[in-house]
């Protein structure tokens, strides 16, 4: 029992990351049906940035906001000097051009941080709670509800401010919105610099757990995009639930099967998805895009 | 108030407008008609922007706006309520109304959802409901609606009775009436030609991609040529 309770909680934790990473996805998606897979590097430049600024001699809370708004910029830079150029581009074509951009990132990241592994200190310190028998470290209530956070944020930007509809609407019918006067690059771009931001939080909270690099943001896009699939692609609610259960698969097949093959699980998920369920397990409400 | 000249477009290799010119003045329902395919629906996309033009000129109330983004004219008073139902499916009827007037700043914008919902009754008793659940009908009256709370100088219509009962399509029309009334000026697609004469006070006929008829109302609808080949009497 405690042994289950365990692996649910590393499960949730890296499972969060995921979710965030799948909601990233989705605001992306959604918005100007990009498949983002530069979406890990967010996450990337949220944990670098932050180690990089602290290690300057900031201070942690303002190293992180920082990085947030780094990786927000990053993710404006994308779309109007990589995505807008290239609008009409097949989505083959503009996959491949995000792609190349999370290459680009990547390397430049390797330029002006290093190849090393880095580590940020946890936020409320390392001295694990007991919870019936199991632990859970302060740092992973940090990620939990970190993620919390960020879901009920995007619920009332997209639900009670005319911006936050105007990128719904945007997503739902892209000619409507132009003639209702919105201008629908703008709020591409805006989703992407909300992605960034948000992959960066999701980067900045799991530092201090799963260490970081230069080269993180590839396998995260991965799991990210598998737990996006899982949940149904474009479907907030479903990139969540989507994050959560890949993590928790992930954490009992480690646990249960080997640890070896705790990354494969992600692509298994990849293709049971594709074969058995292509809209998602959760599918899609009939009247979310018409 | 909207002055075309010479417009010509194309969608990759097929060119849809050849030069065409057309006035509205300010207060006028004017309707356009022609058979399919003719470039009637291209002719509103170039007015409102969405859709960019090769040669020619578009005015409206005296600039130039050729090369003015499709949010700017709706900012200047251009609202374009395009073919087929274009809602937002997810977005609920108020939230529509809302964003029919993203770029209005003033204070108004409560008052005029209220007389909106005074006008088509239908909307208000759906307010909280999804748009891709509504009828045919209440999507193009939500449609018209979300165009009408961007206070537009000059409304393009793309064929609003496509596809709907009769009662409905009369009550489009009477729509249509009372927004001249009101003083917005009208630039009306209709498949439903005679209809759309009948109310307009000036007309064009367009045929593929070019205008090859134009009078008042009256005059083409007894006009013999356009009687036999556009309005099927
Ligand atoms: N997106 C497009 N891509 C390529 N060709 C197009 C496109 N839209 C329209 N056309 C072509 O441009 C021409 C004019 O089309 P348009 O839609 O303006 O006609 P219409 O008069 O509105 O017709 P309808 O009565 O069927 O609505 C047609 O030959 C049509 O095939
Ligand atoms: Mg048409």
Redesign the interface.
Same mark, same amino acid.
């Given at each position: 029992m405690a042994e289950v309770l365990q692996f649910c909680f590393s499960g949730l934790t890296v499972g969060a990351v995921y979710a965030l990473v799948a909601l990233g996805f989705t605001i992306i998606y959604n918005a100007s049906d990009v498949v983002n897979f530069a979406q890990g590097e967010f996450v990337m430049l949220g944990g670098m940035v932050t180690v990089a600024l602290a290690a300057a001699g900031m201070p942690l809370p303002v190293a992180a906001v920082a990085a947030v708004g780094v990786a927000a910029v990053v993710g404006v830079a994308l779309h109007r000097l990589a995505i807008e150029p290239a609008r009409g581009a097949s989505p083959v074509g503009l996959i491949i051009i995000t792609i190349g951009a999370s290459i680009f990132i990547r390397g430049i990241a390797q330029v002006v941080f290093d190849k090393q592994f880095h580590k940020l200190p946890a936020f409320s310190g390392d001295t694990p709670f007991a919870v019936l028998g199991a632990t859970i470290l302060p740092q992973s209530l940090w990620v939990l509800g970190g993620t919390a956070a960020i879901v009920v944020g995007l619920h009332v930007f997209f639900e009670r401010t005319?911006i936050g509809? @105007?990128v719904? @609407?945007t997503a @739902?019918?892209r000619? @409507?919105? +132009?003639?209702?006067?919105?201008?629908t690059t703008s709020m591409m771009t805006l989703s992407f610099a909300l992605a960034g931001a948000i992959g960066a939080v999701a980067g900045i909270l799991v530092t201090p757990i799963t260490l970081t690099s230069y080269n993180v943001g590839t396998l995260l896009a991965l799991k990210g995009f598998a737990a996006g699939m899982l949940g149904g692609i474009g479907n907030p609610l479903g990139a969540v639930l989507g994050g959560l259960m890949l993590g928790l698969i992930e954490a009992f097949g480690a646990g249960y099967l080997s640890s070896a093959y705790k990354d494969g699980i992600a692509f298994v998920v990849i293709l049971v998805v594709l074969f058995a369920f292509p809209r998602g397990l959760i599918g899609k +409400?009939?009247?979310? +895009?018409? | 108030m909207l002055a075309v000249e010479g417009v010509v477009t194309a969608y990759g290799r097929i060119v849809a407008l050849r030069g065409v010119s057309l006035d509205v003045s300010e207060g006028e329902i004017v309707a356009l008609i022609g058979a399919n395919g003719a470039g009637k629906t291209t002719l509103l996309r170039v007015i409102s922007g969405i859709q960019p033009i090769q040669a020619g000129h578009i005015h409206f109330a005296g600039e130039s706006i050729d090369r003015l983004a499709a949010h700017r004219r709706v900012a200047k008073g251009i609202l374009h309520v395009p073919e087929g139902r274009q809602v937002f499916g997810p977005l609920c009827v108020e939230d529509h109304l809302r964003l029919g007037a993203y770029l209005r700043k003033d204070a108004a914008i409560a008052a005029d959802i209220e007389r909106l919902y005074a006008r088509f009754p239908r909307l208000k008793k759906s307010r909280h409901r999804a748009a891709g659940n509504l009828s045919g009908g209440e999507q193009q009256m939500l449609a018209i609606g979300r165009a009408l709370m961007g206070r537009p100088r000059l409304l393009l219509l793309d064929e609003p009775s496509m596809g709907l009962a009769p009662m409905l399509v009369d009550e489009i029309f009477d729509v249509i009436i009372d927004l001249k009334a009101t003083g917005i000026t009208v630039l009306l697609v209709e498949q439903n030609a005679v209809a759309a004469l009948a109310i307009a006070d000036r007309g064009y006929v367009i045929e593929t991609g070019a205008i090859v008829h134009s009078g008042t109302g009256r005059v083409l609808l007894e006009d013999p040529k356009v009687r036999a080949s556009y309005l099927g009497l």
């Open positions: 005319l509809k @105007a719904a @609407a @739902a019918n000619l @409507a919105a +132009r003639l209702a006067g919105i201008n +409400r009939s009247a979310e +895009r018409v | -």
